[in-house]
């Protein structure tokens, strides 16, 4: 779990030191922030885009990101029978991105944020992951870098937002920031395939064993 571990040190005390107090609770200091919690955001913020006569990009890959967000559901699953609390300050900093007003403000970033979110969507894991059953180690060790990519690229778009207000200017950053972002698709992906290869590789080996199980009860009752 060390990469889950330091990924989520690091970004609460970047969030301590970056963003207020009232913010820091928004995120994950007052509350335990769900999958539904980031939903309604955005959801919060399609509609934002919808009421705008201008609905564009944002818009698009808002609509994406929430019909994606489902396959989140078993990395968070995994891990928070281990450590709850990880998986609530991703889930809160997903909802606080979307429900930033100053972000919102920025239809690039806040497209560019929804579109790397979606397409990290695409590429996790599809298998269930069931830690009893299965390897519980080695996944978990996957699982762990997996939750480090996806708090990396969160931690990241609000670092680039912040740039981008000193340089009175999202487009100045937002190339470097799209380059981030695929990146890290890079890394999940490759992470993704380990994760269900392995849990392939283990299924198989339990189907094996259950069937040599059977095959012993059988000659036993000979």
């Known amino acids: 779990m060390a990469p889950a571990h330091a990924a989520y040190k690091e970004a609460t005390k970047y969030f301590s030191e970056h ?7 928004r995120i994950w200091l007052a509350s ?12 919060v913020a399609k ?25 989140y559901k078993i990395v968070m699953d995994t891990l928070s029978q ?13 909802k606080f991105l979307f429900l930033k007003q100053g972000l919102l403000n920025h239809e690039e970033l806040i497209a560019c944020i929804a579109k790397t979110l979606s397409r990290i969507a695409i590429v996790l894991p599809r298998v269930e992951l069931d830690l009893n059953l299965y390897g519980q180690p080695r996944i978990l060790i996957e699982v762990s870098q997996l939750y ?3 708090i990396k690229f969160v931690q990241s778009a609000m670092r680039w937002y912040q740039k981008g207000k ?25 992470c993704s395939k380990r994760v269900e290869q392995l849990a392939v590789s283990a299924h198989r080996a339990e189907t094996r064993s259950m069937h040599l199980r059977v095959l012993k009860l059988e000659q036993l009752a000979m």
Not at 19 to 25: F, P, V, Y
Not at 168 to 176: N, T, Y
Request: net charge negative; hydrophobic share 40%.
């Open 148 to 150: 480090a990519q996806i």
């Open 82 to 94: 281990h450590h709850p609390e990880y998986v609530s300050l991703a889930w809160g900093a997903i």
């Open 166 to 190: 000193i340089a009175h200017g999202v487009a100045s950053i937002l190339k470097p920031f799209q380059i981030s972002g695929k990146e890290i698709v890079e890394e999940i992906t490759e």
């Open 47 to 71: 509609t934002e885009y919808e009421n705008r006569s201008q609905k564009g990009k944002p818009r698009e890959w808002l609509l994406a990101f929430s019909s994606r967000v489902m396959h």
């Open 32 to 43: 335990k922030p769900t999958m539904e919690d980031a939903i309604a955001a955005v959801e």
């Open 19 to 25: 963003l207020t107090r009232d913010e820091c609770k």
